[in-house]
């Protein structure tokens, strides 16, 4: 079951605009309750760059495609945001991963 990163960056003059469009963005895009399970929900970072804003996803089985469609509807939300970035990227799990080259993970 692939893992959706998401991991943003924006000023910190940017704060309440970024805060205000996350809520708005929420109350449009209600999560869906069958397309992944929150790993990291919502870690925050400060520096002197401004903030970043972590995400982790699993998605469910066969659920990729829908779950990797509503993050990135979600997203847009935040094109207008002078400043604001993000990477969105799909990981593996170790399962997934050693599957790829035929093998087994090891018994932890």
Do not use: C
């Not at 940017?14 to 990291?40: G, Q, S, Y």
């Not at 997203?75 to 080259?101: H, K, L, Q, R, V």
């Amino acid at each position: 079951m692939p893992i959706i990163f998401i991991d943003t960056q924006h000023p910190h003059y940017k704060n309440k605009e970024v805060v205000e469009t996350w809520l708005k963005a929420i109350e449009k895009h209600p999560r869906p309750e069958d397309l992944f399970t929150p790993l990291i929900e919502t870690a925050v970072k400060s520096s002197k760059d401004g903030l970043r804003v972590l995400s982790a996803y699993q998605t469910n089985p066969g659920k990729y495609e829908e779950a990797a469609a509503y993050f990135a509807n979600f997203m847009t939300e935040f094109f207008e945001i002078e400043g604001y970035s993000y990477d969105f990227s799909t990981w593996m799990t170790i399962e997934e991963a050693m599957g790829s080259i035929d093998q087994k993970p090891p018994e932890r």
